[in-house]
């Protein structure tokens, strides 16, 4: 089972910083994806890669597959970024079993 | 509609009691997921239907769990006599094609938060 690592697990940042989220996963995958979970909310599917990089207007997503890395960037950051942020892998059989890490808690103070 | 809709939001439960939990996934949408998401963990897999097949249920954690999409829309996951480490959030997510025709975005809900007391 591919084991899904997120650092940091909690991350506070004042409003306007530059923001890194970084994922690391043990076994090579078919596709990674970056979720966001507002409190209370549902999960927003935010990018979905399996190679380089995706942007979408303030956030970047980029993937290294030798390095079994990714990571979600987000510049000039707003207190409503303020959210858990998640990574999930699928198996390079293309299993429909996505595995999830545990999300990184971010909070963008005004 | 315009999301997947999961219902009911919120359920409280006593141990032993049966529930019943809704999804009803973005219309045309052939994969339907059911994860389950314990406090402060990221969700995991439970179940996956393509069209109203279930072909995937080696997440659900005990028979006391049963998942069904008869017409390949609306999925409904039950859980027979209830016990505490129930307690979760039940997510729903869905997406247009079949899981293995190419990997796809997951539309999620916005779960179903289960208390059993």
């Known amino acids: 089972k591919n084991e899904v690592e997120q650092s940091p697990q909690n991350l506070t940042a004042q409003e306007g910083e530059f923001i890194t989220i970084n994922c690391s996963y043990s076994v090579g995958i078919s596709a990674l994806h970056w979720l966001q979970q507002h409190p209370g909310g549902g999960i927003v599917s935010l990018f979905m890669?399996?190679?380089g990089k995706k942007k979408h207007g303030r956030l970047i997503a980029t993937i290294n597959i030798q390095e079994k890395h990714s990571s979600l960037h987000i510049t000039a950051s707003h207190p409503r970024d303020s959210a858990v942020y998640i990574c999930a892998v699928g198996d390079q059989g293309g299993s429909e079993k996505l595995v999830f890490g545990k999300g990184m808690k971010l909070t963008v103070n005004p | 509609g315009a999301g997947v809709s999961q219902s009911p939001r919120y359920k409280v439960a006593k141990r032993g009691q049966d529930v019943a939990l809704r999804c009803d996934p973005i219309?045309?949408?052939?994969?339907l997921f059911w994860y389950q998401q314990a406090l402060g963990q990221g969700p995991e897999f439970l179940t996956y239907?393509?069209?109203?097949?279930?072909?995937?249920k080696s997440g659900l954690p005990s028979d006391r769990f049963f998942a069904e999409r008869p017409e390949g829309s609306v999925s409904t996951l039950k859980i027979q006599r209830t016990q505490q480490e129930d307690s979760a959030v039940y997510l729903c997510?869905?997406?247009?094609?079949?899981?293995?025709?190419?990997?796809?975005?997951?539309?999620f809900g916005a779960g179903s938060r289960l208390t059993v007391l």
């Open positions: 219309s045309g949408h052939v994969s």
């Open positions: 890669l399996s190679s």
């Open positions: 239907f393509q069209n109203e097949a279930q072909l995937d």
């Open positions: 997510a869905s997406s247009l094609m079949g899981w293995l025709d190419g990997a796809n975005v997951l539309t």
